[in-house]
């Protein structure tokens, strides 16, 4: 059996300069920015939810209706901040493979939220959540094409 040719293996040398910036964990860095965050937030909250909230909030009347927008205002502050803790979570080592430590500094990227919950909580709990969180989809689109029907309306 021949020896497979390298002839066409090593014709292009490797770019450093135009290869991608890798983060801590080995994926491509990102690179957002202000700008980038300020975009994503307004695309977020513009949409069918920001045409019906002058109709909600008048249907609460003066006093529940800023009250209740206040409360929501919590909830999204709270979620918000419980969510940027849970960006990075700590590296725990296999069994028999170190310490089991937390403290030893090494961090781990989650980069969906369910990512986070099996890293803080455990296997079990994902299922939880994520039929939580499909049922919560589920809700938010019926809510918003509801709310497009009535807006168009």
């Not at 290869?19 to 307004?42: Q, Y």
């Not at 009347?61 to 849970?86: I, Q, R």
């Amino acid at each position: 059996m021949a020896a497979p040719s390298r002839r066409g293996s090593h014709s292009q040398p490797f770019d450093l300069d135009t290869a991608p910036e890798l983060d801590d964990d080995g994926r491509a860095a990102r690179t957002g920015n202000l700008w980038t965050c300020v975009a994503h937030i307004i695309t977020g909250v513009i949409g069918a939810g920001v045409l019906a909230l002058s109709w909600s909030v008048a249907q609460l009347g003066w006093v529940a209706g800023p009250v209740a927008m206040l409360c929501f205002a919590g909830v999204t502050y709270v979620s918000a901040v419980l969510l940027s803790h849970c960006y990075r979570s700590p590296v725990v080592a296999a069994a028999g493979a170190g310490s089991d430590d937390p403290s030893s500094g090494k961090m781990r990227r989650n980069y969906t939220y369910m990512d986070a919950v099996r890293a803080l909580l455990g296997r079990k709990h994902v299922y939880v959540c994520g039929t939580l969180q499909y049922l919560y989809l589920y809700g938010i689109g019926v809510a918003y094409t509801i709310t497009t029907a009535t807006c168009l309306g």
